[in-house]
């Protein structure tokens, strides 16, 4: 019931979503079918290539699709943030389908068929087009429905790079730990995927039957473009309007502000287009400085270590100068902060702090040779995480750090699964656990205060922005965005309801 009441409340952006989805998957497919099928119909020609071609795709279907889309990203042309990658990556895995079953239909053509085609005096394009081609539809169409099928479910990663789709509710339930949110997007998928192999089912069986003529088979065809074509003059009118991209990071917080940010646009009105719970720093970067978002909220922190690669002064204020300087020379401009900073909190139980008598960080070398590090993928590979911390407080774990996504690794530190992990000061799953926080005693970690960084072009552009941001630059406390948080982690309510609150409160005290 909590499901269908979520669908309720959120029907038009549901729609949309589905479409999304639906759009994906048949143009993904679509190409797999025109790339597929006369590579298929090669292979069977010509054993040799065939292995080539058959061995090439089943390479490309051992990817991990995340893994994909990552190195897909920074390729010109086919790379980048929104659906281009992502119809990329999916027509890549439904071809594997298509080709093997092609070359099976074709390969599987009674030779006396064939043979009183040549005696009829058929030519070799007559003989593929009017004999092996039909005969070979059973198989090839079966290719297709698998195809078909595993789209729909892989299609759910598109959201990781604001591809839109039903993989927005999924990323955003895993952000907030909540399974509502994953089942509005998971049960539709699934829906989906269901109906498009009952479907296809059905024409499959009436090809095999016999029972659907060329003419109709063709109608069939004609229907499925013109449905792809309507999707997509619906998502290109609705891509054609005039807005500003807001991105945001794959976590809570992030997720808030991108909707802090977006509101507050609006409410100059101005349009604007969310890209949020994108893959971490270097998607919601690269992104920025590609020209497919327009502004999404960093930390200082984060871009001077992180993106930029240089040391970072320990004072804020100089912090925050050294990160707007490295993005002024890209073209970038770093706003005014809102208010806060998020500096890394290293989180152990409160039991376990009590137990050992842990207070700092430097307190860990009596426990870290018998304890299981967890860390977020993001926090192992950054300049200013795993490595440099176990190096500046001489810390060697027993273990190995288990990588885990962030939403996940504090409920994974108060169920036993690992003992210290690397989680926000502003999150209000540190109470909600009964986590402790240990002091950071030798300075390592850098400021983080939340600053919004925009395109100079889009600021120039809409300077409406600008003025919009400045409306909420030092007005969201450490005490505002732990709330924020515990109401969406916690409590479970919409990030945007929570945001449209909050600035309510915003503008109430202003007034006054």
Same mark, same amino acid.
């Given at each position: 019931?909590?499901?269908?009441?979520?669908?309720?409340?959120?029907?038009?952006?549901?729609?949309? *979503?589905?479409?999304?989805? %639906?759009? /994906?998957? #048949?143009? =993904?497919?679509?190409?797999? $079918?025109?790339?597929?099928?006369?590579? @298929?119909?090669l292979a069977a020609k010509r054993p040799r290539l065939g292995r080539v071609v058959l061995v090439s795709a089943s390479a490309a279907q051992t990817v991990p699709s995340l893994a994909l889309l990552g190195f897909l990203l920074p390729l010109p042309l086919i790379g980048g943030l929104g659906p281009r990658t992502a119809l990329v990556t999916l027509s890549i895995y439904a071809l594997l389908p298509v080709v093997r079953t092609t070359?099976?239909?074709?390969?599987?053509?009674?030779?006396?068929?064939?043979?009183?085609?040549?005696?009829?005096?058929?030519?070799?394009?007559?003989? *593929?087009?009017?004999?092996? %081609?039909? /005969?070979? #539809?059973? =198989?090839?169409?079966?290719? $297709?429905?698998?195809?078909?099928?595993? @789209?729909?479910?892989?299609?759910?990663?598109?959201?990781?790079?604001?591809?839109?789709?039903?993989?927005?509710?999924?990323?955003?339930?895993?952000?907030?730990?909540?399974?509502?949110?994953?089942?509005?997007?998971?049960?539709p998928a699934a829906a989906l995927a269901l109906?498009?192999?009952?479907?296809?089912?059905?024409?499959?069986?009436?090809?095999?039957?016999?029972?659907?003529?060329?003419?109709?088979?063709?109608?069939?065809?004609?229907a499925a473009a013109v449905l792809i074509a309507l999707l997509a003059g619906?998502?290109?009118?609705?891509?054609?309007?005039?807005?500003?991209?807001?991105?945001?990071?794959?976590f809570t917080e992030q997720v808030i502000l991108g909707e802090l940010v977006a509101q507050t646009i609006e409410a100059r009105g101005l349009p604007v287009s969310r890209k949020l719970n994108l893959g971490g720093t270097f998607v919601c970067d690269r992104g920025l400085r590609a020209g497919e978002l327009d502004v999404y909220v960093e930390y200082t922190g984060t871009a001077v270590t992180a993106v930029f690669h240089q040391p970072v002064p320990s004072d804020p204020a100089r912090a925050a100068d050294r990160a707007k300087d490295l993005y002024a020379r890209d073209g970038l401009t770093m706003l005014a902060p809102l208010g806060f900073n998020n500096t890394f909190a290293i989180?152990?139980?409160?039991?376990?702090?009590?137990?050992f008598g842990l207070h700092t960080i430097g307190?860990?070398?009596?426990?870290?040779?018998?304890?299981?590090?967890?860390?977020?993928?993001?926090?192992l590979q950054r300049d200013d995480g795993y490595a440099g911390l176990v190096r500046a407080y001489g810390l060697t774990f027993g273990s190995q750090?288990?990588?885990?996504?962030?939403?996940?690794?504090?409920?994974?530190?108060a169920e036993g699964q690992v003992d210290v992990i690397a989680g926000d000061a502003t999150s209000a799953l540190i109470d909600e656990f009964r986590l402790t926080a240990l002091d950071d005693d030798r300075h390592y970690f850098p400021p983080y205060d939340?600053?919004?960084?925009?395109?100079?072009?889009?600021?120039?552009?809409?300077p409406e922005i600008g003025s919009a941001l400045a409306s909420v630059a030092g007005r969201v406390s450490v005490a505002d965005m732990r709330a924020m948080n515990a109401a969406v982690d916690v409590a479970h309510r919409d990030p945007a309801e929570v945001v449209a609150a909050f600035l309510a409160r915003v503008r109430a005290r202003g007034s006054k």
């Open positions: 019931m909590t499901v269908i009441r979520f669908w309720m409340a959120h029907r038009a952006e549901l729609a949309v *979503l589905v479409q999304q989805h %639906l759009l /994906l998957v #048949l143009l =993904s497919t679509s190409i797999a $079918i025109v790339i597929g099928v006369p590579a @298929g119909i070359v099976t239909g074709i390969r599987n053509v009674d030779p006396a068929v064939l043979e009183a085609g040549v005696a009829m005096g058929m030519t070799g394009r007559q003989l *593929l087009w009017l004999v092996e %081609l039909p /005969l070979a #539809l059973p =198989s090839i169409l079966a290719g $297709i429905r698998v195809a078909t099928v595993i @789209g729909v479910g892989t299609t759910t990663i598109a959201a990781a790079i604001g591809a839109g789709g039903l993989g927005e509710y999924i990323f955003r339930g895993l952000s907030m730990v909540d399974s509502t949110t994953i089942l509005a997007g998971a049960i109906a498009a192999d009952g479907l296809l089912a059905w024409v499959e069986w009436r090809i095999r039957e016999r029972r659907t003529t060329s003419a109709a088979a063709a109608r069939w065809s004609v619906v998502s290109h009118a609705r891509a054609d309007a005039p807005a500003v991209v807001v991105g945001s990071k794959n989180l152990v139980r409160q039991r376990d702090a009590i137990s307190d860990l070398q009596k426990t870290a040779a018998r304890w299981k590090p967890g860390f977020g993928y993001e926090f750090p288990r990588g885990m996504d962030l939403s996940l690794i504090y409920r994974a530190l939340a600053v919004p960084v925009a395109r100079t072009a889009a600021l120039l552009r809409h």
